[in-house]
């Protein structure tokens, strides 16, 4: 039978502050760049969904010109 193996306290302390220090490295990005990436990314959302919504209607009339 299996037995469930529990993680000693020192291993749960120790795990907890390797991930507080984890935490401390983390750098948040600005405002200003925060907004210049979600310009980016919302441009490149619109313009994908144009390409493929015009290479869906040349489809549609590719097909319909063949049936």
């Not at 990005?29 to 040349?58: H, M, N, Q, S």
């Not at 489809?59 to 319909?64: M, Q, R």
Request: aromatic residues 8%.
């Amino acid at each position: 039978m299996s037995e469930k193996k529990q993680a000693s306290p020192s291993l749960k302390r120790s795990w907890f502050q390797e991930l507080k220090s984890e935490f401390g490295k983390i750098t948040w990005p600005t405002k200003k760049k925060l907004g210049r990436e979600t310009i980016v990314v919302l441009v490149i959302a619109i313009l994908l969904g144009c390409i493929i919504a015009i290479v869906d209607g040349l489809l549609k009339t590719g097909l319909a010109y063949l049936w």
